[in-house]
C-alpha cells in the first residue's frame, strides 16, 4: 500500500471528514470510490463512443424481437 501526505484548506478536510462519517467510510475508502466510479464513466464514454450511429441497428433488433414474440 502506498501511502500519501495530502494538504487540504481545513475547511474541505473538515467537509471531507463529514461526508465519510455521513456514509460510514473512512477518507480512504471514498477515494477509492471515486477512482472505481470514474473507471466505470470511462467504461461508459467509451462504449457509448463505439455504439454512436448504432440506434437504427438497435431499433431493428428491438423489433425482430417483438415480432418473435420476446418482450418483458
Known amino acids: ?30 477515494a477509492g470510490h471515486l477512482v472505481a466510479d470514474a473507471d466505470a464513466e470511462a467504461r461508459f464514454r467509451a462504449r457509448a463512443q463505439r455504439g454512436q450511429g448504432q440506434h437504427a441497428h ?8 417483438m415480432s418473435h414474440g420476446v418482450s418483458d
Open 1 to 30: 500500500m502506498t501511502s500519501l501526505t495530502l494538504t487540504l484548506p481545513d475547511e474541505t478536510y473538515q467537509r471531507l471528514h463529514e461526508i465519510a462519517q455521513d456514509r460510514g467510510q473512512s477518507i480512504d475508502a471514498m
Open 58 to 65: 438497435g431499433l431493428e433488433l428491438l423489433d425482430k424481437a
